[in-house]
Each structure stands twice: as C-alpha cells, then as structure tokens.
T-cell receptor, first 114, second 113 residues
Framework: DTAVSQTPKYLVTQMGNDKSIKCEQN?????MYWYKQDSKKFLKIMFS???????INETVPNRFSPKSPDKAHLNLHINSLELGDSAVYFC?????????????FGPGTRLTVT | SQQGEEDPQALSIQEGENATMNCSYK?????LQWYRQNSGRGLVHLIL?????REKHSGRLRVTLDTSKKSSSLLITASRAADTASYFC?????????????FGQGTTLQVKP
C-alpha cells in the first residue's frame, strides 16, 4: 500500500492554464506539506496543514492555493500557470507538526509549463 | 535564507569505498535529518539526530553533529551501487514551532560497480 500518493505523476500544460495536483496519505498523520523542487534539486517548503488548518504559508505567489478537505488529503491548485512554475512538486506527511518526526514523501508530480 | 548547505555537491566513488557528505547550517536547531532521493523518486528519511546528540548509527550509516560548528556529516560505509542517489540534510530551526524543515541543496553520490 502506498503511504503518500500523488496524482498525476506528470503534468504538461500551457502557460495561463489552471491545474490541480492531488495528494493522499493513508498513514493517519496529522500534518501534510507541499514542497517545490527546482531543476537544481533545491527543495523548498510551500505550505503545511495540520488537521486541515494552514500552519505554514511561505512566500508563494497567490496563484498557488492549497486545500485540505480532510487530514488525509492535501491538494494544490495553481492558477494562471507560468513557465517558472515548471518543477517537481512533492507532497509529504508527518505524524505531528514538529521537526522531531520524519516526513514521508510522495513520488512527486513533474509539472512542465510550455 | 537557506539553512543547509552541503558539500561536496557531487561525489563519485567505487563500490566498497566509504562516502562522506557534509552539511552546514546557520541558526540553532532542534534536530537535523538526512534524506535520500533516488532519481525520479520522492525523498526517503534515513536518520534523525537531535541537537543534544553527537553521533548516531543506522546500519552502514553514521551521522555526526557538531552544534558548535553548526555542521553535520553523513558517512556511508562499504558503499554499494544501490547507494547511488542524492542525499539531503534538513534542519528544524529552534525558532520554528511548525515543524518546518529547511533542506540543503544535496550531494549527488555515484557509486560505480
């Protein structure tokens, strides 16, 4: 059973479009995260939710909007896609919102904006 | 600002050799974690070391932490081709109460058979 799953795995779209990436975890964790990994492999936190409440909201364009319908799901919606949004997006989860727990990562969604 | 920086950026060794990767960070931390990322995959947690610990072992992995120098190292002994991956350190800043991890840029390790 996959612990943290993301869909789709690949996403190719044109500038200006709106797209969503979905994430689900079956670990019973309280906390979920979205990260962006650029072409140089630099991994940066974007958002974090704990029990459906937003707790981390980094400096991210407001074209990016996370939604957590329940604590097992965290989706990422991106409006008006730009070339610079091309990256790999990772969802992750942890039992609680502290750095004393490891984070479990999904397989990633490679977004290509043309 | 980015918390963790890793050195070297790339490392190529022969199977059976040891691999050492270093991580430096800027502010006081609660914990430091190491992750592995195989090509095209998500990150996998390897080991967590707390700020009051100096060394930790897990199988062929040995992690050290020197809080006075704000640095950590990951040693992989008797490397195997399957260890080929990128390795990242991640810090949990003492000033943070959200569990936010800041990742270094990673060391790409190639182990040649």
């Amino acid at each position: 059973d996959t612990a943290v799953s993301q869909t789709p795995k690949y996403l190719v779209t044109q500038m200006g479009n709106d797209k969503s990436i979905k994430c689900e975890q079956n670990l019973g964790h309280d906390t979920m995260y979205w990260y962006k990994q650029d072409s140089k492999k630099f991994l940066k936190i974007m958002f974090s939710y704990n029990n459906k409440e937003l707790i981390i909201n980094e400096t991210v364009p407001n074209r990016f909007s996370p939604k957590s319908p329940d604590k097992a799901h965290l989706n990422l919606h991106i409006n008006s896609l730009e070339l610079g949004d091309s990256a790999v997006y990772f969802c992750a989860s942890s039992p609680k919102p502290t750095g004393t727990y490891e984070q479990y990562f999904g397989p990633g969604t490679r977004l290509t904006v043309t | 600002s980015q918390q963790g920086e890793e050195d070297p950026q790339a490392l190529s060794i022969q199977e059976g050799e040891n691999a050492t990767m270093n991580c430096s960070y800027k502010t006081s931390i609660n914990n430091l974690q190491w992750y592995r990322q195989n090509s095209g995959r998500g990150l996998v947690h390897l080991i967590l070391i707390r700020s009051n610990e100096r060394e930790k072992h897990s199988g062929r992995l040995r992690v050290t932490l020197d809080t006075s120098k704000k640095s950590s190292s990951l040693l992989i002994t008797a490397s195997r081709a399957a260890d080929t991956a990128s390795y990242f350190c991640a810090t949990d800043a003492r000033s943070s109460n959200t569990g936010k991890l800041i990742f270094g840029q990673g060391t790409t390790l190639q182990v040649k058979p």
